[in-house]
């Protein structure tokens, strides 16, 4: 096991009506509330009205709009604006890993003179930022629990994931009943990326039983859950289940200890974010499978069999080969068993823009670093591209 250093700052704060707590987690941050939210869904399911009550007595300026796969030019660059011109003090991001991740890159930028996008792109080191509290509706991107945000820039065709120590939430609000209104083919999605997050932790070249004992447990929690959750959406152990993991999934407690992996599916998945604005989950679940296959040697066979093992309850007589093939086999029906589009015709992609993605992966997002699980070169990125049309 390796040495490791552990901290999650943030203040979680779980269950059936804890927004009720609201004024007083603020109170002591500040007065002056920037209240940032998407597209309208918080104003369909009442949480908006809701807020703006909790917020009596607080200066409360809005930023509304924020989009899925939230962009720079836009929803970052106002917020930073409207918190500069208007001295914020508190950034209260209500809404999906997208509002959240937004918010925390506004709140660096805030604290910030020259331009965000070079927090965002690490070009210069993060210094400072509002404290952000949140209000998560997705069960998906565990953004409530951790420090990174993913942030696009269509004019560029970047998605850049910007991880700092200064972007934890200072509070998180997660109620899963928010997550009643969430639709269906969202919330396999949701569970897609966060099944995604532990598989990427999963398949590293250091792994321990403990790490792996939690990660199976995370995995086989949301298979069981989302077809409650898809049968029932007002279940509430299923959505309760679902978003645990779903905070709990992208923080690294999960792999503790363990060696990085390098992240490829996510890797890969940015590009297809960036050049096509398809769902962050969607495109994970599609990848996966290829990826997995892609990667398949003598080498990675046992720690795949392993999973569908463990996971999927794939029969541990069959040799390591073959159970490896029919974890990778699960592992796809189980996607598509949960209404996942599964190839990416299927979500506007066809072979046109391939080969440009895959040189736009090699070249940004380091997948041929030693310390991958399996290193990918821009030839195998576009294989796995190809193996997904
Ligand atoms: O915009 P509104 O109207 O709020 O609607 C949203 C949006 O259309 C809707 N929604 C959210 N909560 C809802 C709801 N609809 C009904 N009821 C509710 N309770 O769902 C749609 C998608 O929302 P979004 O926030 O985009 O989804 P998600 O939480 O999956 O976030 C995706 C973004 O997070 C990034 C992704 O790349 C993507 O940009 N990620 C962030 C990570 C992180 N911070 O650690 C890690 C992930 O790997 C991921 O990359
Ligand atoms: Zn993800």
């Not at 993060?126 to 004019?155: F, H, K, N, Q």
Request: hydrophobic fraction near 40%.
């Amino acid at each position: 096991m390796r040495n490791f250093e552990y901290c999650t700052p943030t203040r979680l704060i779980f269950g059936k009506g804890v927004v009720e707590k609201l004024p007083s987690v603020l109170a002591p941050i500040g007065k002056k509330v920037l209240f940032t939210y998407g597209g309208g869904s918080i104003k369909k399911n009442g949480l908006y009205e809701k807020v703006i009550k909790l917020l009596d007595g607080f200066e409360v300026f809005e930023l509304s709009g924020i989009e899925p796969n939230p962009k720079y030019s836009t929803s970052v660059l106002d917020g930073v604006r409207i918190c500069k011109e208007n001295d914020i003090d508190v950034i209260l991001a209500v809404g999906g890993g997208s509002v959240v991740d937004c918010s925390k890159a506004i709140a660096a930028g805030a604290k910030y003179d020259g331009e965000p996008w070079d927090l965002i792109t690490h070009k210069v080191p993060t210094e400072a930022a509002l404290p952000v509290v949140d209000i998560i509706t997705m069960a998906a991107t565990g953004s409530e629990y951790d420090p990174g945000g993913v942030i696009s820039r269509p004019e560029t065709n970047d998605k850049v994931g910007y991880i700092d120590k200064h972007l934890y939430p200072v509070a998180s609000f997660v109620d899963p009943t928010y997550t009643f209104s969430v639709p269906k083919l969202q919330m396999a999605a949701g569970v897609a990326d966060a099944m995604n997050h532990v598989m990427e932790q999963y398949f590293n070249s250091d792994p321990h039983d403990f790490a792996d004992g939690m990660m199976e447990a995370s995995l086989k929690s949301l298979i069981k859950n989302v077809k409650i959750a898809l049968e029932n959406p007002e279940d509430y152990n299923a959505r309760a289940e679902i978003f645990l993991n779903c905070t709990l999934d992208c923080n690294n407690i999960l792999s503790i200890g363990e060696a990085p992996s390098g992240w490829p599916m996510h890797g890969m998945e940015h590009a297809l974010s960036a050049y096509y604005d398809i769902t962050h989950g969607i495109g994970l679940a599609i990848l996966a499978p290829r990826w997995m296959k892609h990667i398949l040697s003598e080498k990675t066979a046992p720690r795949i069999a392993k999973y569908g093992i463990n996971v999927f309850g794939v029969d541990k007589n069959l040799s390591v080969t073959d159970a490896a093939e029919k974890a990778i086999e699960e592992t796809f029906s189980f996607f598509e068993s949960i209404g996942i589009p599964m190839y990416l015709k299927d979500v506007g992609i066809d072979e046109t823009r391939l080969a440009e993605m895959a040189h736009h992966v090699a070249e940004n997002e380091g997948l041929d670093n030693p310390y991958v699980y399996v290193p990918l070169t821009e030839n195998d990125i576009l294989e796995i591209f190809k193996a997904s049309l």
